[in-house]
């Protein structure tokens, strides 16, 4: 076995070759977010959480005081928690195998390779709605935890004097008022986006769960005014995703989200952070962690596969939640 071709270096590249041929509409939100590297264990950005108009002022004075900014920093923690998965082999296994060449070796790499991948990626696709920024949930801090309206958010809480923009809009109606009327699901679509653009936020796309996604339906053909699909949402479609379509944008259906709620956002601002560090290798935008870990008997050979993840929503007013209860 020569020193270009090692377990490891075959297992990196069957990673990788795994993480290219992932059927993205499986990982929907996960598979639309910008990737970007975090290079220390901090995900930090600057925000304005004023909520002031401009003023009207004549042409040569002054900018008055309430005009100005108030940036503030924001911040996330990131590699203190990880998504992990171990391969366990025999030793004898990988010895025969890497003896024959790179092709055997690769096939004994490959069902687990694919379990390996297909577990990370659905615990980040869940975590990116339901983090808590706890070990368990691999440090991640979701949707769900960057929704909770006034609450507070990577730092900043919206009950700290001169913080009070940092708001994200909310709508909440029952499950029995929206199925005994279907139209009124896009009442709360329409107030939804209302709050968000009031709020001088954006949005570009609306996730949820597919039961979610079928309540939409009903009112989509109910009121079908998006019956066309455009832009974003026809590209979408024609990638294999279970998609409607709002005022223009995108209407998703995700198994990763929970039932009974739909998120506005802002995918220019909102990303997909891994931890880079020396041990990490570049993957699809992903820093993965691919390597051998000590084995609690002799004869077989245990490897690790990781990622250190973090969601970041640099604009907390480009995010919305409708909530059924």
Known sequence: ????????????ESIEAGLVALRQSNFPLLSILTKRSAFQDNVKWNVDVTTTAAAGISGLAAAPAPSSD?????SLAIGAARFAHTIRLTKNDVTQAAAIGVEPLTDLFRSHVDVAIQRIMLSVSQNLYTGVGSTATGGMVGLGSAALGTGAY????PATAGQEGWVSSQQTATIASIDASPVALETLFRNLKNGVTTANGLFDLIVCNP???????AAYIANPKDAILTGQAALLASLGYNVYQYAGRPVVGDNSCPANVAYAMDTQSADLYTRQTSETQAMSGLNVVVGQIASDTATAMVFEVAVFPQLVLKNRLNLGRILLT
């Open 70 to 74: 108030t940036v503030v920093g924001a």
């Open 211 to 217: 039961t979610f996604l079928a309540r939409y339906e």
């Open 154 to 157: 990577a730092g900043l809480n």
């Open 1 to 12: 076995m020569s020193n270009l071709m090692t377990p490891i270096s075959v297992l990196r």
